[in-house]
């Protein structure tokens, strides 16, 4: 069948197909304007684990997310299609997750890693894989965007991104990122793993196409990414948990301040979107939650106020989402802020999301 006769014969007030992509919907990857990239990777995760199984967990609970979205209610009339993540990268994801385990736990005593020739190896080994699965994924990435498709990543933990950077400064020669997070992730080869979760930011920083980093919401950070961010001459700019909550203590309106944040950022935005940036109850199993951070509500008001601003929004990642074990909490947070950043990104680039809805209230 054509598109339009899928639509036509789509219920979308039903549950969604249970035998269809992401959300229940009927589309293939080639129906669907919007790609997603799934990378269920965590190999270097010190704390907290399940970031490899996020992928999964926000597909599972995505069928049961209404598809009339009141901001964008003709979306998955544009195809949303989970692509398929190779097998070998969370085969690859758990034997080197194993492997570093030994690795942290020395470092973590204060013993250096010099002195043990086979730990030293095994970390060489996983710099080795972990640079083999991001460029893998820029390859991926620049697959379907050379097809015409949005394409979007979804985690697994904070490293995995990085692939889909160096894929988008393939195309754009100049772009920022909006960097929504309670941690800077500005550490250098964090115990020793060059591409580390807590290093996303500092390697995102090396592509010189990145002309901006603007962060939001962070409450956790070391004298190293301090340093790294005075090294940078204006180049990252920090809105702490801190500064924006005494703003809005004082008097300062939540949308006074995303239109400061949106008006540092340079013409073309990338987002990325670290879940335990929200407050620890949207996401109660993420792999290093902190106190304090945003709502779901204020991060959308951010990114619809983004997608009307005039800047071109280029592409997103939505990255530690890690499901609990006797609930599916996390993956339906994961799965409604997905849904709603597709639709962020779908209307700022000129496609039909449909009009808002509004509904009487007087």
Request: glycine letters at 8%; hydrophobic letters at 40%.
């Amino acid at each position: 069948m054509t598109k339009e006769q899928i639509i036509a014969n789509f219920d979308p007030s039903q549950p969604g197909l249970a035998d269809a992509t992401v959300f229940g919907l009927p589309f293939s990857a080639e129906q669907s304007e919007i790609i997603v990239i799934p990378v269920p990777w965590e190999v270097t995760v010190s704390y907290g684990a399940g970031a490899s199984e996020g992928p999964n967990a926000i597909l599972d609970a995505s069928f049961q997310v209404d598809l009339n979205h009141q901001d964008f209610p003709e979306l998955w009339k544009l195809g949303i299609y989970l692509d398929e993540a190779p097998s070998h990268w969370k085969t690859n994801s758990d034997k080197y997750k194993e492997l570093a385990q030994p690795i942290i736990e020395m470092l973590e005593s204060g013993e250096a890693i010099e002195t043990y020739p086979a730990l030293q190896a095994d970390l060489d080994k996983i710099n080795k894989v972990c640079r083999e699965l991001h460029t893998e994924v820029k390859e991926k990435v620049l697959h379907w965007m050379k097809q015409g498709k949005k394409v979007v990543l979804l985690g697994g933990d904070h490293s995995t991104p990085l692939g889909y950077y160096e894929a988008l400064a393939s195309i754009h020669d100049n772009f920022g990122i909006l960097h929504l997070d309670a941690h800077m992730d500005l550490r250098i080869a964090y115990e020793g793993f060059t591409y580390s979760h807590a290093s996303i930011m500092y390697n995102a920083l090396q592509l010189p196409q990145i002309s901006k980093l603007v962060q939001v919401g962070i409450r956790d950070f070391c004298e190293q990414e301090v340093d790294v961010v005075k090294s940078q001459n204006g180049r990252v700019l920090l809105n702490t948990d801190a500064d924006l909550k005494k703003e809005t203590f004082e008097g300062k309106t939540w949308a006074e301040q995303c239109d400061v944040i949106i008006a540092s950022l340079p013409q073309k935005v990338c987002i990325s979107f670290d879940i335990d940036g929200m407050y620890p109850w949207y996401c109660p199993n993420t792999g290093t939650p902190v106190p304090g951070g945003f709502s779901f509500e204020q991060a959308t008001y951010l990114f619809n106020k983004l997608a009307e601003s005039g800047k071109e929004i280029i592409g997103f990642d939505l990255v530690e989402v890690a499901p609990g074990e006797t609930d599916d909490w996390d993956g339906n947070v994961g799965a409604r802020m997905l849904f709603h950043m597709c639709g962020v990104l779908a209307k700022n680039n000129g496609l039909n999301t449909g009009k808002r809805i509004e509904f009487p209230r007087k």
